[in-house]
């Protein structure tokens, strides 16, 4: 089955400043892929997803994720953060036919002034 | 109201009670999720529901019984818990047949404490 990993937990950065989160998945078949960011106190919202195509992909608030199949990879970045950006961004991985999306354990974005 | 509701949005329950967790989407979908979203760890898939039917069910204890009477209405009835069960149990739905590629629109989540 499919997996993913976001290699950091916490990611503090100033406002203004570039971020990169970090996400690879394992899988043994052709995957899709989202970003799905979590606001305090609500439930996700989908910031950006690949199915096919082109590898870069632009989505909501200025963030955009590049697809690298061979270091099985799919980073987050934006280059100029808000304080509004401050949330939990979770990574997720789903194979064609299956119900199961699978999700990483998230990571803690804070944007600092 | 728009988008897809959870109700309660915070439940305290004792072992031995018998309480249940409410999602209604208001977005024409017709497929529903529930979502167990504890400290630290991952979303775990609990059940999927299209058109009605149940489709998945995650190797979820019996303690926690779906119901989904209409394809707008989605339950998580909860009996005898644990208080390793205390997590945010998020809904969600989409539309189309479940497969890989949709689309989730979660609710704001039920925050459970199993005392």
């Known amino acids: 089955a499919q997996s993913v990993t976001q290699l950091d937990s916490q990611v503090p950065v100033f406002e203004e400043a570039p971020v990169e989160l970090r996400c690879n998945y394992s899988?043994?078949?052709?995957?899709?892929l989202f970003w799905y960011v979590q606001y305090p106190n609500q439930g996700l919202q989908l910031l950006l997803k690949?199915?096919?195509?082109?590898?870069l992909v632009k989505g909501i608030n200025g963030f955009e994720a590049e697809f690298n199949k061979s270091q099985t990879s799919f980073h987050l970045r934006k280059p100029s953060v808000h304080i509004s950006d401050t949330a939990e961004y979770f990574c997720?991985?789903?194979?064609?036919?299956?119900?199961?999306?699978?999700f990483g354990a998230g990571t803690r974005l804070t944007v600092k002034p | 109201e728009t988008g897809v509701t959870q109700t309660p949005r915070h439940l305290v329950m004792g072992m031995t009670n018998k309480k249940s967790l409410k999602c209604e989407q208001h977005?024409?979908?017709?497929?529903m999720y529930w979502y167990k979203q504890s400290a630290k760890k991952p979303l775990e898939l609990m059940f999927v529901?299209?058109?009605?039917?149940?489709?998945e069910n995650n190797s979820v204890p019996s303690r926690f019984s779906p119901e989904c009477p209409n394809s707008s209405h989605l339950f998580l009835h909860l009996h005898t818990l644990q208080p390793e069960d205390s997590a945010l149990y998020l809904c969600?739905?989409?539309?189309?047949?479940?497969?890989?590629?949709?689309?989730?629109?979660f609710g704001a989540g039920s925050r459970l404490t199993v005392l």
């Open positions: 899988s043994s078949v052709s995957v899709y």
């Open positions: 529901y299209s058109l009605e039917e149940r489709v």
């Open positions: 977005l024409g979908h017709n497929a």
């Open positions: 690949y199915l096919s195509g082109s590898t």
């Open positions: 997720a991985v789903s194979e064609p036919r299956n119900n199961d999306m699978r």
């Open positions: 969600a739905s989409s539309q189309g047949v479940p497969s890989g590629a949709n689309v989730l629109t």
